[in-house]
């Protein structure tokens, strides 16, 4: 063999060596699983459905004793309108808790809907497998709405048997606080629906800007529409009230105002503590104007005022005498919840003394707990101006409300309340201010006053779009058309319409006969 050859055999050999031990060492890659889509952790809507989950069992012997990965934790929906300060302390504390650990709920997203969109929202959301678990705060009134639409899922043991959480919960509070019942039980015999809180309703007042322009202190409702409060018109508005169509709690004012006075009285005072008012989008916002010293007066749910008492102690919170009422604001399981079991859970935690009671005592939110045990907390026992604050709602007495009623015409008058008194509300106030200029100034009589008072708080006339006939806005037109609002969106644009010009039609001819009498 020749030098050549050799070399060349030499180098196969090796070629073959060096394949051999790749082939022995190399294993070839595993495929890779397909990543999973990360979902946000703060949706402004369920973005996709989950499968129904129960509480956790124990494990066996045979079970891997290990947490689920954070995917497969629950996010409970929660429709609600409590504000963001609620919303923040809640989850916080309940997503720290024992119940939420038990029931593997990792998240909590509140969605803060319009309470009129509330229907429409649920059951679409139920429609698209993506339903909602729990509604929470908004008052009897849409909570009756929505259960009347079968939005509301009884608390059937049979049915769930976790509810029974939720009903050990029930079974510690007070049946009725001052008159109101604390749960709805439905014709079903089932409870429907269960006060979280305890509301009542009333103003707020800062005391330095009553003083600063020697305006009198509020003590009824009618007090708000004295012309007292309009010498400062046009130029400062000292007195404050929120769109109905905004705020649930100004609602549920109005309606208490109606039901106080009467109908035609009612809407008499209505139409005058609109015109001396400034109008804001939102309740909180009626509030901190008057902590700023912006008002001097503004309409409030209890807890505002309390948590404006606790910032500004300028501040006070008063109920008018035998004026008002007392509400539970509920929590329910809403039907097509994808989590029955923890939306139980939450709903029980919320109830629970040691639970969600005590985000009512956080001193930026100061609502009146429904659960009197928690002031046996040691939280509760460093409050007792709330504990007595829910003594002196208990004692104030207040007026029979009609709840039935109110479910019946609500949309109605939050529909007709704002084209009257917030869509025409620019003519409205100019007009109610130059006629208490000109009774100041004694460019009127009484009488004359009196006679452009009720011309200017005369109800409308306006076309039916039912029957074409001429009509009024009477308690049984309000009960007829207030589906229809709901439901038929041409009735709605052409009665808003309707109403809002007539409104201001009326507050004009109330200018011109000012001007006819004064010859200005």
């Not at 790749?22 to 952790?41: A, D, G, N, R, V």
């Not at 949706?43 to 069992?57: D, E, I, M, V």
């Not at 059937?156 to 029930?170: C, S, Y």
């Not at 008018?320 to 989590?339: F, H, M, T």
Request: one cysteine or more; hydrophobic letters at 40%; proline letters at 8%.
């Amino acid at each position: 063999m020749n030098k050549k050859t050799t070399v060349l055999a030499l180098a196969v050999l090796a070629i073959i060596l060096v394949s051999a031990i790749f082939i022995t060492l190399y294993k070839p890659p595993q495929p890779s699983q397909p990543s999973q889509p990360s979902q946000p952790s703060q949706p402004s809507q369920p973005s996709q459905p989950q499968p129904n989950q129960t509480a956790p069992t124990r494990p066996t012997t045979n079970q891997t004793q290990q947490q689920p990965p954070p995917s497969q934790g629950i996010t409970l929906y929660v429709i609600t309108r409590h504000e963001q300060t609620i919303q923040d302390v809640t989850r916080t504390m309940f997503l720290n808790s024992e119940v939420a650990k038990k029931y593997n709920i990792q998240n909590i997203v509140f969605l803060p809907i319009n309470a009129e969109q509330w229907p429409d929202y649920i059951k679409n959301a139920a429609q698209k497998g993506q339903g909602i678990d729990v509604a929470w705060g908004g008052g009897p009134t849409l909570f009756n709405l929505i259960d009347d639409m079968g939005l509301i899922e009884p608390i059937d043991v049979d049915k769930h048997p976790e509810f029974k959480v939720i009903l050990d919960e029930v079974a510690k509070l007070p049946k009725t606080i001052a008159g109101a019942e604390t749960y709805k039980v439905g014709s079903d015999g089932k409870i429907h629906w269960i006060g979280a809180s305890v509301s009542s309703f009333g103003f707020t007042v800062n005391k330095d800007i009553l003083a600063r322009y020697k305006l009198p202190t509020p003590l009824r409702w009618s007090d708000l529409g004295s012309p007292s409060y309009a010498v400062t018109l046009p130029a400062l508005q000292v007195v404050g009230i929120a769109d109905p169509t905004m705020s649930t709690s100004n609602t549920r004012i109005f309606e208490i105002i109606l039901q106080a006075y009467g109908w035609d009285k009612g809407w008499r005072v209505l139409t005058l503590i609109a015109a001396n008012s400034k109008i804001y989008s939102g309740s909180s916002d009626v509030r901190d104007a008057v902590i700023r010293g912006d008002l001097a007066v503004g309409t409030t749910i209890d807890f505002y005022g309390y948590t404006a008492q606790q910032q500004n102690p300028s501040c006070l919170y008063i109920i008018p005498q035998g004026e008002s009422i007392v509400n539970a604001d509920p929590i329910a399981v809403l039907k097509g919840s994808r989590n029955p079991a923890a939306a139980a859970a939450f709903v029980a935690w919320v109830l629970n003394e040691n639970g969600g009671q005590i985000v009512w005592l956080d001193p930026n939110i100061n609502r009146l707990p429904i659960n009197p045990r928690v002031f046996d907390t040691p939280q509760g026992k460093q409050r007792p101006d709330l504990k007595k604050a829910l003594d002196d709602v208990i004692n104030a007495g207040g007026i029979p409300f009609n709840e039935t009623l109110s479910s019946l015409w609500v949309t109605a008058v939050v529909d007709y309340f704002k084209a009257t008194l917030v869509n025409a509300h620019d003519d409205l106030q100019p007009v109610w201010a130059q006629l208490v200029k000109a009774y100041n100034d004694k460019k009127i009589t009484d009488a004359q006053f009196q006679q452009l008072v009720n011309m200017l708080t005369d109800p409308i006339t306006f076309t039916d779009p039912l029957t074409g006939q001429q009509t009024t806005f009477t308690i049984d037109y309000a009960i007829k058309i207030s589906p229809k609002l709901a439901s038929d969106p041409a009735i709605y644009q052409r009665l808003m319409n309707d109403w809002t010009n007539a409104a201001r039609a009326k507050y004009l001819k109330v200018q011109a006969t000012l001007k006819q009498m004064t010859g200005g």
